[in-house]
C-alpha cells in the first residue's frame, strides 16, 4: 500500500511561485510528537520559573518579616531594660524616702579634683556603708512578673509615704534633702586613701568639687550651731535641724551666718573654699543622726 502523504503549501505575498513541502505519514507523526514534546517541556519549565518565582516572593517575603520581628524582639528588650532600669531608680528613690521618714536603715550606696583630708574621728560613731545594689546584667524569663511585683510594692510603699508625709511635714522640712553645692562628687562616703597622709582612712562625708566662691546652701531647715575655723576643715557651718539630725558643711571661703541663726531649706550660709586641708577648691558636706556619720547621698533626693 502506498503511504500517505501530506502536502504544505507556502505562498509567498510577493512572488508568483509557490513551493510545496510534502511529508509523509510516519514523519509527520514524528514531527508533531516532536512539537508536543517541545510545548509539554516549555509548559512544565513555565511551570517551574513560576513556582520559583512565588516561592523566591515568599521567601523574600519571610525574610523581610523576619527581620522585624527581629527588630521588634530587640526594641521590646530594649524597652524591657528601660523599664527594669525605671522601676530600679524608683525603688532607690523610694528607699530614700522611707529613710527621710525614718521608717527604714540607711542602705548605704556606696587637675587634682578638690578632696579634703583630716581627723577621721573614732570608727564607732560612723553607719558602715553596705554595697550599692547593681542593675542585672541580663532579663531572665520571669523578668515581666518581677517588675510587675516590684512596681506594685513601689506604688504600695509610695502612697503609705504620701500619708505620712502630710502627717509629718514639719519633720520632713528639718530633714536634709538637697544638694548644698552645684558640682560632681570627687570623694565619696567610707574608707579611702587620705590624701595627704597616703593611708586608708575613713571618709565621714563627701566632697563636691566645683568652682571657687560658689553658693552653699542649707540641706533643710534648721539653726546654725557652729560657725567656726576648725584645723582640718577650715571655715565650716554645723547646723542642728533636730531629731539629733546635724549636717556640717567644710572648706568655705567664708560663711555668713551666725550661731543660733534659724536656716531655711535652700538658703544660702557661705562660700565654696579650699581652706583647712584641702588639695582644691570643694565643699566636706556630712550628715550625722544620733551622732553617728551616714551616707549624705541617702538624704539627697534631688538627681
Do not use: C
Amino acid at each position: 500500500m502506498a503511504n500517505k502523504l501530506f502536502s504544505v503549501i507556502i505562498v509567498p505575498h510577493t512572488k508568483t511561485n509557490f513551493k510545496t513541502l510534502t511529508f509523509s505519514k510516519k514523519r509527520m507523526k514524528f514531527l508533531l510528537g516532536g512539537a508536543a514534546a517541545v510545548i509539554l517541556v516549555l509548559v512544565v519549565f513555565l511551570a517551574d520559573y513560576f513556582s520559583m518565582t512565588l516561592i523566591r516572593s515568599k521567601y523574600k517575603k519571610m525574610t523581610r518579616e523576619n527581620a522585624e520581628q527581629k527588630e521588634k524582639i530587640l526594641n521590646y528588650e530594649s524597652s524591657l531594660q528601660q523599664l527594669q532600669q525605671s522601676v530600679l531608680n524608683y525603688e532607690g528613690y523610694a528607699k530614700k524616702l522611707n529613710v527621710l521618714m525614718g521608717l527604714k536603715a540607711p542602705e548605704m550606696i556606696g587637675g587634682e579634683p578638690g578632696i579634703g583630708g583630716g581627723d577621721p574621728g573614732p570608727e564607732a560613731d560612723v553607719v558602715f556603708p553596705q554595697s550599692a545594689p547593681q542593675a542585672p546584667q541580663n532579663l531572665s524569663s520571669g523578668a515581666m512578673q518581677n517588675l510587675t511585683q516590684k512596681a506594685g510594692n513601689i506604688e504600695k510603699n509610695l502612697d503609705s509615704l504620701i500619708s505620712i508625709a502630710e502627717s509629718q511635714a514639719v519633720r520632713l522640712s528639718n530633714t536634709p534633702s538637697i544638694w548644698p553645692a552645684q558640682g560632681w562628687v570627687s570623694s565619696p562616703f567610707g574608707y579611702r586613701i587620705d590624701p595627704f597622709t597616703g593611708k586608708q582612712a575613713f571618709h565621714r562625708g563627701i566632697d563636691i568639687s566645683t568652682n571657687l566662691g560658689n553658693s552653699i546652701v542649707a540641706a533643710a531647715d534648721g539653726t546654725v550651731i557652729e560657725a567656726k575655723y576648725d584645723k582640718f576643715l577650715g571655715n565650716s557651718v554645723v547646723i542642728g535641724h533636730g531629731n539629733g539630725v546635724v549636717t556640717q558643711y567644710g572648706h568655705m571661703t567664708k560663711s555668713i551666718v551666725k550661731p543660733g541663726q534659724k536656716i531655711r531649706r535652700g538658703d544660702q550660709i557661705g562660700f565654696i573654699g579650699k581652706t583647712g586641708k584641702a588639695s582644691g577648691p570643694h565643699l566636706h558636706y556630712e550628715v550625722r543622726i544620733n551622732d553617728k556619720s551616714v551616707n549624705p547621698y541617702n538624704y539627697i533626693l534631688e538627681e
